[in-house]
Nanobody, 123 residues
Framework: QVQLVESGGGLVQAGGSLRLSCAASGRTFSSYAMGWFRQAPGKEREFVVAISWSGGTTYYADSVKGRFTISRDNKNTVYLQMNSLKPEDTAVYYC?????????????????WGQGTQVTVSS
């Protein structure tokens, strides 16, 4: 079992930055691929970014390329650095962990989810 706890959300003006953190506990964190997803009001949850278990491969949604960066440390935390934020980035952001070796851009590959953290970008 893996427990995930997100932090770092908040209110920021357009053009600003936030860094989200996801702290994992439980089983061997380093063997899991990690992803961030988001859900805006009235919309489906969508893929944002993912990183392989080794950290060597990353995937980004087109909407965040060049603005967001995912990273992971050698312990138990994955980070999402968000720069040049836009009002359309407003959503609840979820961290997730995947054991599978499939396409980690897909939500159904993920076994564990955090409770989410709210990010609000004002115009």
């Amino acid at each position: 079992q893996v427990q995930l706890v997100e932090s770092g959300g908040g209110l920021v003006q357009a053009g600003g930055s936030l860094r989200l953190s996801c702290a994992a506990s439980g089983r061997t964190f380093s063997s899991y691929a990690m992803g961030w997803f988001r859900q805006a009001p009235g919309k489906e949850r969508e893929f944002v970014v993912a990183i392989s278990w080794s950290g060597g491969t990353t995937y980004y949604a087109d909407s965040v390329k060049g603005r967001f960066t995912i990273s992971r440390d050698n312990k138990n935390t994955v980070y999402l650095q968000m720069n040049s934020l836009k009002p359309e980035d407003t959503a609840v952001y979820y961290c997730a962990a995947a054991q599978a070796l499939g396409d980690i851009q897909l939500q159904n590959q993920y076994n564990y989810w955090g409770q989410g953290t709210q990010v609000t970008v004002s115009s």
